[in-house]
C-alpha cells in the first residue's frame, strides 16, 4: 500500500468516534489495539525480513495475552504463512517466535484450565464457546449470564452489524462499507495482493470470532483499525485514478471534497460523543 495508504489510514482512524472511545472506556480495547496493530506490524516486517520473526512472536503473545479477542489473529497469520511465506516453516526463528507467543500467553491458558477445574467453566468471553459451560458461568457471574443464553450465530450476527454501524456518523458509515465492497470486488476479480489478503482475512476473521462469542458494543473497537484499511485504501486509489485519468482532475477535486466531508462529520461526531460536555 505504500507510505500514503498508511497516511490515509492513520488519518481516518483519528477521526473514527469508535476508536478514541475505546481509549476513553475503562476495558483493555484500547490496549489491545495496540499490540494487536504492533504484531500486524512485526508481521510485516518479518516478510521482509525473517530476523524479525522473534520480535513477531513476542507482540502476537502480549496481544493474546492483553484480551482474548486477539486470538483471531492466529488464523489471520496462519493463511497468510501458508499462502505466501511457507519457507518460514523451515526457519528456526519461525519456530523460536511461537515458542514465545506460547510462553508469554501460558499465563492464562494456565488460569483459564485452573478455573475450568475448580469452577467448571473458562474466562468470560470464552464461556460463550461452550455452551455446557454457562450454568457454571452463571452461577460465578449472574449479571454477565442472567438468564438462558443459547448460542445464536443469526442474532449475533445482527448485534454486530447494528453495534458496528451505530458506532460512526452515518457519512463514515457510508464511507467504511463502500472500502469493504471496493475490497470485496478486487478479490472476486482475482486481487491476491498481500495487503487485500491481510484485510480481508483480518475483517472475516473478526466477524467469524465475535459471532461465536459476543459481540456487544465493548468488544468491538478491535474491528476499526480493519475497517478503515479498505477505506483508505479505496480513498488513495480512487483520488490517484482520477487525477491520472486525463480531464479527470475536476473528478478528482469533487471526490476529494467530498471525502474532507465525511472526515469533518466524523471529526464533529467523534468531539460530540467523546469529548464534548454534557
Not at 508469554?104 to 464461556?127: A, C, F, T
Not at 484499511?229 to 479527470?248: D, H, I, K, N
Amino acid at each position: 500500500g505504500g507510505e500514503r495508504l498508511g497516511l490515509a489510514a492513520a488519518a481516518l482512524l483519528s477521526v473514527a468516534a469508535f476508536f478514541t472511545w475505546s481509549s476513553r472506556i475503562g476495558y483493555l480495547e484500547g490496549v489491545v489495539q495496540l499490540f494487536v496493530l504492533l504484531a500486524a506490524w512485526l508481521f510485516l516486517k518479518a516478510k521482509d525480513n525473517p530476523r524479525w520473526l522473534p520480535w513477531w512472536g513476542i507482540g502476537l503473545g502480549l496481544a493474546v495475552v492483553t484480551k482474548y479477542s486477539a486470538l483471531f489473529l492466529v488464523p489471520v497469520f496462519s493463511f497468510l504463512i501458508m499462502r505466501h511465506v511457507r519457507p518460514w516453516l523451515r526457519l528456526r526463528q519461525f519456530w523460536l517466535a511461537v515458542a514465545l507467543a506460547g510462553i508469554i500467553v501460558s499465563p492464562v491458558v494456565y488460569y483459564n484450565w485452573q478455573v475450568w477445574r475448580s469452577r467448571g467453566h473458562l474466562d468470560v468471553q470464552l464461556s460463550t464457546l461452550l455452551p455446557s459451560s454457562l450454568p457454571a458461568a452463571r452461577r460465578d457471574w449472574p449479571i454477565l449470564f442472567d438468564g438462558p443464553r443459547p448460542r445464536n450465530l443469526a442474532g449475533n450476527l445482527r448485534d454486530l452489524t447494528v453495534n458496528l454501524t451505530h458506532a460512526f456518523s452515518w457519512p463514515f458509515v457510508t464511507l467504511l462499507a463502500f472500502g469493504l465492497l471496493a475490497l470485496g470486488l478486487r478479490l472476486i476479480r482475482g486481487s491476491r495482493t498481500f495487503g487485500d489478503l491481510l484485510a480481508a482475512a483480518a475483517f472475516a476473521s473478526l466477524v467469524a470470532f465475535f459471532t461465536l462469542t459476543s459481540a456487544q458494543s465493548r468488544y468491538l473497537p478491535i474491528f476499526v483499525p480493519w475497517l478503515v484499511l479498505p477505506a483508505a485504501q479505496l480513498a488513495v486509489s480512487g483520488l490517484t485514478v482520477e487525477w491520472r485519468r486525463g480531464g479527470g482532475h475536476w473528478a478528482a477535486g469533487a471526490a476529494g471534497v467530498l471525502l474532507v466531508a465525511v472526515v469533518g462529520v466524523e471529526s464533529l461526531y467523534n468531539w460530540n460523543t467523546n469529548h464534548a460536555r454534557t
